[in-house]
């Protein structure tokens, strides 16, 4: 198959463009699942953190 | 030469425009902090991939599927379901909610807060303090290959130019982690990677041709490398071969699986605003790792097509690089490609190694900064300080890793960017993936069992790593010098040549630390854990294991 003898090497091509395909698929079919944000507490604490993190940086 | 130069200058100075722009809002609103997260997806998984992806990657893994073939495509496969599916969709939602609820900033962070152990954390701190430098040396090696090559100048030079526009971009702001800088060089990457398949198999005729070609060469392969097992770039090497192991355990196995427990990977997963949005970028990251490795390992593996068939060479690769693994990628683009491109390529590899070494060195200085010296000395008088030596010693360190690794291992270890990644990768799913699995999914797994399993995975790797794993222990003589021989698994044979001790397939002194590091950690961390005391249902609760 595509010029290919051993079939361990052609799964190996078809198999990367299928998991991809499998990847934008999945993306496609959970973009509008729920939205499950921090509470935006948790988050703000977070992220100031961060911040503080990376000037130290 | 003046496309070179302008289109350089062009992109240094769109990421310093970019890093303007994100300087000046970080420093203008305070929200920035939260709606500034709220990140395109597509700006998420460019991010991801360009830090993943680096120039070990496309001239190091390249190279290395210009040796043992197309069989290396399996770690293109584990990359996108592995490093992406998996990566994103099992590990990145728990991992960004456990990180927020535990205020985890660095990966040792979370360790250390989930299972309540300041040792968990200053122990991963420097783990990653002193086994990142040898990743970062590789990444920067790969670029400096490339240099190398376009420009006609010796290796340290191009290494020394190389690296002081890392350290200029890293000091004047790229440990920032401008997200949009990152996605900016992930974008360069897939236009480059794009071309350079196109033209590739536009120059062979089209895809089942320039197949058909690599195949019909198989006795040229197995003329140079058919004692190690080899059987032609479209055939995996002989079950239980030298190069099998080599292939399997090391390159597809070591790096397909050490990348769920690569520390600079995991932090971005708690970047992230909300679980759909890391749904959303699951498309653009899998899509992103194909263009990235999946081009990189045919184009790799076409190459011997391209060299054999030009009367310059009539060679393969190997050969026609001189013997050197991580030259085979930067000779092929710079002699088989238009001038135009092999410019857009080099700004494409400055990207891949900018946006990775930036992530490493920012894992690197917070793990010595906020992990070890803030967790060892409580009354910390001077962090930034602290953080910002470590990250000019590991600078140093990694700089001169990439500058005498050729010289090392250049007779003995073929793909040296390729193998340098793999003991990186290997060591760290050694020491870190029980306890991460654990901290994510487990309320029976304890601080003793993920100490045990650390300690041990770690141990095992670098026991394997100086005494049994040859590639390395040959170069690293401590073997030699103790016990006389290069590897403890090796005896000398009728011919006076070191080979491996065999049982059935397994070829010992080829076998990867990974294999037996990594099932030896999970078995201690199970089995401690299910001799030592559990956590209270109350800690388990704070730490936000359970509701």
């Known amino acids: 198959m595509l010029g290919i003898p051993d079939p361990m090497i052609w799964s190996a091509y078809l198999l990367c463009i299928i998991f991809s395909i499998v990847c934008v698929i999945f993306g496609i079919l959970k973009w509008n699942s729920t939205d499950d944000s921090i509470n935006e507490v948790e988050d703000r604490q977070w992220a100031e953190a961060e911040d503080k993190m990376e000037e130290n940086l | ?547």
């Open chain 2, 1 to 547: 030469m003046l496309i070179l130069i302008i289109t350089v200058f062009l992109y240094l100075a769109v990421i310093g425009y970019l890093g303007y722009l994100g300087y000046k809002r970080t420093t203008t609103t305070q929200d920035y902090l939260v709606a500034g997260r709220k990140m395109h997806p597509v700006v998420m998984a460019l991010s991801y991939g360009s830090t993943f992806i680096s120039t070990s990657a496309i001239v190091g893994f390249g190279g290395a599927a210009a040796l043992f073939g197309m069989g290396v495509l399996w770690l293109t496969a584990l990359n996108v379901a592995v490093g992406i599916f998996i990566a994103f969709v099992v590990f990145g939602g728990r991992t960004r909610r456990l990180g927020h609820h535990l205020n985890a900033h660095t990966f040792p962070e979370l360790l250390g807060k989930r299972f309540d152990s300041k040792f968990i954390q200053i122990f991963s701190g420097l783990v990653i303090f002193f086994g990142m430098p040898l990743y970062a040396g590789v990444v920067l090696m790969g670029a400096a290959k490339f240099v190398e090559a376009k420009l006609a100048i010796p290796y340290d030079p191009a290494l020394l130019l190389y690296g002081i526009i890392v350290f200029l971009y890293v000091v004047m702001g790229g440990l920032k982690g401008v997200m949009y800088t990152d996605a900016f060089q992930g974008a360069i990457m897939l236009i480059g990677m794009t071309i350079l398949i196109v033209f590739t198999y536009g120059m062979l005729g089209g895809v089942t041709s320039a197949h058909e070609q690599l195949t019909a060469l198989a006795p040229e392969a197995v003329k140079v490398f058919g004692p190690a097992g080899h059987q032609g770039w479209t055939a995996m090497p002989a079950t239980g071969s030298q190069f099998w192991w080599i292939l399997v355990s090391t390159i597809i196995m070591g790096v397909g699986i050490g990348v769920l427990a690569q520390p600079q990977l995991i932090v971005r997963f708690m970047t992230v605003k909300s679980q759909r949005e890391i749904y959303r970028a699951v498309p653009v990251g899998g899509v992103f790792i194909l263009m990235m490795t999946g081009v990189a390992f045919v184009v790799g593996a076409l190459s011997n097509v391209y060299f054999f068939n030009n009367p310059e060479y009539h060679a393969i690769s190997f050969i026609a690089a001189g013997k050197e693994v991580d030259k085979i990628i930067p000779l092929y683009v710079t002699q088989a490609m238009p001038e135009w491109f092999s410019a857009i390529f080099m700004v494409s590899l400055l990207a891949a190694a900018m946006s990775t070494t930036s992530s490493q060195f920012h894992a690197m200085g917070a793990a010595i900064g906020r992990d070890v010296y803030e967790q060892i000395f409580t009354n910390v008088k001077n962090p930034i300080l602290v953080s910002r030596i470590g990250i000019f010693i590991t600078y140093v360190v990694s700089m001169l890793i990439a500058w005498v690794l050729p010289t090392i291992f250049g007779a003995t270890m073929a793909a040296i960017i390729a193998s340098g990644t793999a003991i990186f990768f290997g060591l760290c799913a050694s020491t870190f993936l029980p306890a991460y699995v654990g901290a994510l999914y487990s309320k029976r797994i304890t601080r003793g069992g993920v100490i045990a399993g650390m300690l041990s995975g770690f141990c095992v790797s670098a026991f394997w790593l100086f005494f049994i794993h040859a590639k390395e222990s040959a170069a690293l003589n401590v073997c030699q010098a103790l016990f006389n021989k290069p590897s403890l698994a090796q005896f000398l044979n009728d011919a006076g040549k070191w080979v491996s001790y065999k049982s059935g397939f397994i070829l010992w002194s080829d076998v990867d630390p990974l294999f037996v590091a990594l099932p030896i950690s999970i078995i201690v961390t199970l089995i401690i854990s299910t001799v030592t005391k559990p956590y209270s249902d109350d800690f388990l609760k704070k730490a936000g294991v359970i509701q």
